[in-house]
């Protein structure tokens, strides 16, 4: 019995997705992305994700965004401020993860939709956020608006 209990101690000590022993993180959202607004996002009507990677919040999916910048970040990520026209300025990110998947750079002033989950950001330092501490973050699609997409 006591050599049980050594094994599946190891086994939770050895397992990368734990932390010391800590419940594992939330999934990566699967739901199909739901249409919305930027409004709806700052308005907090969907679940946040607990962390930048996506975990435990839901797929959005906004349409009729321009991009007012582009910016790589020091942690890999790419800023991509956005406008509705309604919202000053709203910061979406691509992550290195999505990155890797092909995702490119929008370029600035075009007009796109992003797929991607809400993520309320309270360590945030950039001048940007004085709108609103919501993003969306991080960005696992985005496409030329008015183009056919299938968010899921």
């Known amino acids: 019995m006591l050599a049980i209990v050594v094994c ?6 050895c397992d990368p997705d734990t932390d010391s022993g800590l419940a594992r ?11 919305t607004t930027l409004q709806e996002i700052i308005a907090g009507r969907f ?3 607990v962390d930048k990677e996506g975990h435990g919040g839901v797929l959005v999916h906004v349409r009729n965004l321009t991009v007012i910048a582009v ?7 790419w800023h991509v401020d956005v406008t509705d026209g309604s919202v000053p300025a709203f910061i979406t990110e691509v992550i290195p993860r999505d990155q890797a998947r092909g995702l490119e750079q929008p ?3 075009s007009r796109i939709q992003e797929t991607g989950t809400p993520y309320f950001d309270t360590h945030a330092n950039d001048p940007l956020h004085e709108y609103t501490q919501w993003e969306i973050h991080p960005v696992t699609d985005w496409r030329p608006d008015g183009s056919s997409i299938d968010p899921a």
């Open 47 to 49: 679940r946040g994700a």
């Open 71 to 77: 910016a790589p970040q020091e942690d890999g990520d």
């Open 25 to 35: 993180k939330p999934p990566l959202p699967r739901n199909k992305p739901i249409e």
């Open 8 to 13: 599946c101690l190891l086994v939770v000590s």
């Open 107 to 109: 370029p600035l002033g």
